[in-house]
């Protein structure tokens, strides 16, 4: 019996790889069991940890933590429990990885398992790269590596562990997994040998790297090896071994509603996204409308006021609306005041998502904490399930039919996945007819 897989996720953008799954957006012990009794090989519980300050992260990683132990009571089966987390390093390792070691452990292993092959991210001789351009570069050398809150200096995994624990585990106690021991046949006898919480990283450059080391993991668990996986999304896939999605890449439109225009939530800032937005406002059928996050957050409620006719107004013109955060990353005086103003911009983008006009065609959310808001909070899901990817690393999931927006597909696009063009593509599968018609532009 292959072991129920169960992602913690610090933002919604770990489905990227799989389909068929629940995402949770509330964890109660009664949530928890129907997930576990779904028919689905995983499920994934969406704590949008990454958006949080370290303390608060640990107190709703500790939460869920409690609640899975409770529910997984009288669960028979085995199963696996990962840390999703970003494929450039970024996020609140080791704070969510100690507290799942000390509410569901111990376990014989914690392993790093970055590598997102979807979105370019490979792992060789235990250092993390990104691909630009098809040429690997140290993740420490991308923008990435220089976020505010999640930073570092190293992408050689040994001691980004090191660095990332204050020293408590040092580079050298690190275990390192290598393409020559994963294509070798040497990876059982390396799991067997981790035990005490060992700390180890895994190379891959290929899913098949990743399906070999998978089969090695399951067969290890099911002889009652404790594994918990900091992870990306990539090893997801492998570990669960799923068919074909049922809905094909370039079949989404049949699933816009009415086939009425959609509208994009646009909150990630990076560069990749700012490009991206960019080829998305030159596309016919769209229109742009900024938000000023510099007016935040005096100014929330006739921003979010003036926002709503827009896309009113543009929706009964047949166009799609593009809500997007002005571009320049403000500088705060303290992680504390940057994550605030964060949640003060996703909390003004989600009072717009919940007013969205009821014959909306589609929504796409391009961001990791955006999505995970506008899921939780604009949509007001308990759960939603994943129907598959639009395009590689970018999942469509679905609202059930109860909601008030019924069968919505719902877009969730990280926001450092894909090429300049990828969100325009997108938009373009979803909306073939609206997307050939003339370029518009709202009255002011």
Known sequence: MNPKIIVLDDDPTGSQTVHSCL????????????????????????????????????????????NLKAALADYAGPVLFVSRSDSTLRGHYPVETDVMNTVLGPFDATLLTPAFFEGGRVTRDSTHYLIVDGQPVPTHETEFARDSVFGYRTAYLPEY??????????????????????????????????HGNAIGVVDGETADDYRLFADAVLQSAAAG??????????????????????????????????????????????????????AL???????????????????RAALVASLTASIAHAHARGLTPVVFTSRAELQFASTAERLKFGEAVSGTLMDVVRQLPPTLGFLISKGGITSNDVLSSGLELTASRVLGQILPGVTVVQTPPWHRLPQLPVVIFPGNVGGDDALAAAYRRLAPSHAAASPAKLAA
């Open 23 to 66: 995402l949770l957006t509330r964890w109660d012990v009664a949530t928890l069991k129907t997930a576990l009794a779904d028919a689905a090989p995983l499920f994934f519980v969406l704590t949008n940890t990454r958006g949080m300050d370290a303390e608060r992260a640990a107190t709703i990683t500790r939460e869920v933590c409690v």
């Open 161 to 194: 562990v090191a660095e990332k624990t204050g020293g408590r585990v040092a580079a050298s106690e690190v275990a390192r997994l290598t393409l020559d021991d994963l294509r070798g046949g040497r990876t059982a006898a390396w799991l067997a040998a981790l």
């Open 281 to 299: 406002l030159k596309q016919r059928g769209v229109v742009g409308l900024p938000l000023d996050v510099a007016r935040l957050p005096a100014e």
């Open 225 to 278: 090896k404790r594994l918990l996986f900091r992870s990306a999304a990539s090893l997801l896939t492998a570990l669960a071994k799923l068919p074909p999605q049922p809905v094909a890449a370039d079949a989404f439109a049949s699933l816009v509603r009415d086939q009425q225009p959609g509208a994009v939530i646009v909150g990630s800032h990076v560069a990749k996204t700012t490009a991206q937005l960019g």
